[in-house]
């Protein structure tokens, strides 16, 4: 069992930076991939992936909106997952969720990840 807890949303101005993190507890941190998913505001709109690392940070994958301008990375020590986010643009708004997947294999749909933090607003303004 993992628990998730985010941090570090906020309101932005386009253009702007913010930097999530998520704090997990449970053992074997190592053990599990580490993912961020958003979900914009609106009815039936889906939590969408936009970054992953691999257990031990060596692997990294993004949607292709947000590379360049978001970086991920962990530190397997603390049981910390960061999101930086620079250049935010105001179509980045959302809610963000961490969340933890049991696999290594390279999954991006929220259905493949196991435990989900309770999610941070950002918000970016024009």
């Known amino acids: 069992q993992v628990q998730l807890v985010e941090s570090g949303g906020g309101l932005v101005q386009a253009g702007g930076s913010l930097r999530l993190s998520c704090a997990a507890s449970?053992?074997?941190?190592?053990?599990?991939?580490m993912g961020w998913f958003r979900q914009a505001p609106g009815p039936g709109n889906e939590r969408d992936f936009v970054?992953?690392?691999?257990?031990?940070?060596?692997?990294?994958y993004y949607v292709d909106s947000v590379k360049g301008r978001f970086t991920i990375s962990r530190d397997n020590a603390k049981n910390t997952v960061s999101l930086q986010m620079n250049s935010l643009k105001p179509e980045d708004t959302a809610v963000y969720y961490c969340?933890?997947?049991?696999?290594?294999?390279?999954?991006?749909?929220?259905?493949?990840?196991?435990?989900w933090g309770q999610g941070t607003q950002v918000t970016v303004s024009s």
């Open positions: 969340a933890a997947d049991r696999s290594n294999a390279v999954r991006t749909t929220s259905r493949s990840f196991d435990y």
């Open positions: 970054a992953r690392i691999s257990g031990s940070g060596r692997s990294t």
């Open positions: 449970g053992r074997a941190f190592s053990n599990y991939a």
